[in-house]
């Protein structure tokens, strides 16, 4: 069966950083692009950031976060890590990691895997 579990979550200080992990099980990663998504309390589920599929260094991501968060993958340890700097309290939220199989990231909320999520609190 397919899974994704993110981790690194936790609590940091405005300014400070995190590194979230997603390690995959049951596909074959370097096939899939993968993203990473976020959901505060009483908003919508909203795009992070997404690799490429396979060694690809072709990234986007959203305006709130360039410059701040950095996407990358391990492809030999099947696991896309987002590393989060210059944290703020508007980036408190529960972040997912999703992967749909192909060149790039489908465009929306419908992607072929999701994992579980891991909570960011970002104190002021």
């Known amino acids: 069966q397919v899974q994704l579990v993110e981790s690194g979550g936790g609590l940091v200080q405005a300014g400070g950083s995190l590194r979230l992990s997603c390690a995959t099980s049951g596909l074959s990663f370097s096939n899939y692009a993968a993203g990473w998504f976020r959901q505060a309390p009483g908003k919508e589920r909203d795009f992070v950031a997404a690799?490429?599929?396979?060694?690809?260094?072709?990234?986007e991501y959203a305006r709130s976060v360039k410059g701040r968060f950095t996407i990358s993958r391990d492809n030999a340890k099947n696991t896309v890590y987002l590393q989060m700097d210059s944290l703020t309290p508007e980036d408190t939220a529960v972040y997912y990691c999703?992967?749909?199989?192909?060149?790039?990231?489908?465009?929306?909320?419908?992607?072929?895997?999701w994992g579980q999520g891991t909570q960011v609190t970002v104190s002021s």
């Open positions: 690799i490429n599929w396979y060694s690809s260094r072709i990234v």
């Open positions: 999703a992967v749909d199989r192909g060149p790039r990231l489908r465009v929306g909320i419908n992607h072929d895997y």
